[in-house]
């Protein structure tokens, strides 16, 4: 068994089935999904963009996310190419920090929209203190930025604190 999470785990050292193209390996780049018709657990390759996961066993399609969560989704330099980079679709990154007053005041607007727009845009927080390598990559300056991100690719980058409207406006644009 290896040490991290992020170094590959040969599938069947584990006792799973393979289901997919790569065999054996598995990492944390990788999910395990239940089939919604016939209740199989498969891996899916999370950053394989543009394929459609099928269940090994039925094979019917398998959901790649289920839609973007009714909540603020917690991310961090590991995970952010799975959560952010290969997610289809519309991802609002908060860039913030524990210290930040004004990142404080935006983070119940925040949890409100992920509410309102969940399945259809994912909402996600990045916490810059504990993940320089993201806020360094895209050059965030100042706490609260907002990242706006279509299909992996940036949009929009949005610095300061926002009225809800303005962040509504910004999620439309790229939607």
């Known amino acids: 068994?290896?040490?991290?999470?992020?170094?590959?785990?040969?599938?069947?050292?584990?006792?799973h089935s393979l289901h997919g193209e790569e065999e054996g390996i598995m990492n944390a780049m990788d999910a395990i999904v239940s089939c919604k018709k016939c209740g199989a657990k498969n891996r899916v390759k999370t950053a394989s963009r543009g394929k459609k996961p099928v269940c090994g066993k039925c094979h019917a399609p398998l959901p790649l996310s289920g839609g973007a969560p009714p909540r603020v989704v917690e991310i961090s330099d590991r995970t952010f190419e799975s959560e952010v980079l290969a997610y289809p679709g519309p991802v609002l990154v908060d860039c913030w920090a524990p210290w930040c007053g004004p990142c404080h005041?935006?983070?119940?607007?925040?949890?409100?929209?992920?509410?309102?727009?969940?399945?259809?845009?994912?909402?996600?927080?990045?916490?810059?203190?504990?993940?320089?390598?993201?806020?360094?990559?895209?050059?965030?300056?100042?706490?609260?930025?907002?990242?706006?991100?279509?299909?992996?690719?940036?949009?929009?980058?949005?610095?300061?604190?926002?009225q809800k409207t303005e962040i509504q406006r910004h999620i439309s644009a790229i939607r």
Do not use: H
Request: charged share 20%.
């Open 105 to 162: 005041t935006v983070a119940p607007v925040l949890d409100a929209l992920a509410r309102e727009y969940g399945g259809k845009v994912k909402i996600t927080k990045l916490n810059i203190d504990r993940n320089p390598l993201i806020a360094s990559r895209y050059r965030v300056m100042s706490v609260p930025t907002m990242l706006f991100f279509k299909n992996g690719r940036l949009m929009d980058t949005v610095p300061g604190a926002i």
């Open 1 to 15: 068994m290896p040490a991290t999470m992020d170094e590959p785990v040969n599938c069947r050292q584990l006792g």
